[in-house]
């Protein structure tokens, strides 16, 4: 199910997200991998990896990237529906192979270029790891913690595993040599030294709910010296 270059596959990732937020946060280091790996090859066989965008252009890092990393990167923001898939058609090697759609059911989503068939098979991965209820979208990348098996079932698409976590991160942008020092990490951000335990949540303030932070303080109260580190909020989404 390829097209043209048999022995290269084009792998169109779809996503309105590829700026400063945190979908482009996790995936960067995707299509720097995908590059590598073609490296090692020599440029022979395996998997190019292509960015559809139709999100705006934010001028950050993050997003030129993304466009630097990607064998092709094409916003087609400005583009009508048919427009924007007859344009990823026109890409080297004949369009994508596969199309994996990183957006689902979620805020500035364009289901409708999936619904097209913008490649001869689709997936759906990352921000909405929930089943789409589409006939179009042949399979979900889960873990067996956001896709339970004994759930497979309820789902439209065909379950694939992936070991581990499903969640794909980019470390190299943001990791410290930090000497062995981790203590003067920590202290540099407020944070209390080890053996405490920090926990994360990357999510914006406004998704803190009265039920969620329960938890979270539940959790904290559990684990005696522990920290919850968040991220600042921005003006717009600071607590009053």
């Known amino acids: 199910m390829r097209r043209g270059d048999e022995s290269v596959m084009t792998v169109a990732y779809l996503c309105y997200d590829f ?15 995908h590059k590598r790996f073609m490296e090692i090859r020599g440029g022979k ?8 965008n139709y999100g705006k252009d934010d001028n950050s890092s993050y997003r030129a990237s993304i466009a630097a990393d990607a064998d092709a990167f ?11 898939v007859e344009e990823a058609r026109r890409w080297p090697h004949g369009g994508p192979s596969i199309a994996v759609d990183l957006q689902g059911h979620t805020l500035g989503t364009r289901m409708e270029l999936v619904a097209m068939r913008v490649a001869p098979v689709q997936a759906s991965y990352l921000i909405f790891p929930g089943t789409s209820g589409a006939s179009f979208i ?27 976590c499903y969640q794909i991160n980019d470390y190299e942008r ?11 990490i920590r202290e540099s951000y407020g944070l209390p030294k080890r053996p405490a335990v920090v926990f994360c949540n990357f999510n914006k303030s406004d ?31 600071a607590f009053a």
């Open 45 to 52: 066989g395996g998997t190019r990896a292509a960015a559809l």
């Open 207 to 237: 998704k803190l709910d009265p039920v969620s932070f329960a938890v979270w303080m539940s959790v904290l109260r559990r684990v005696p010296g522990s920290a919850l580190w968040l991220l600042e909020p921005s003006k717009q989404h």
């Open 74 to 84: 094409v916003s087609v923001n400005a583009l009508g529906h048919r427009e924007a």
């Open 19 to 33: 700026n400063d937020h945190p979908t482009a946060h996790l995936v960067e280091g995707l299509f720097r991998w």
């Open 138 to 164: 042949d399979s979900l990348f889960v873990d067996k913690v956001v896709g339970p098996p004994e759930h497979s079932a309820t789902y439209a698409e065909k379950m694939i595993y992936l070991p581990g």
């Open 174 to 184: 943001h990791h410290v040599d930090d000497g062995g020092d981790i203590d003067a």
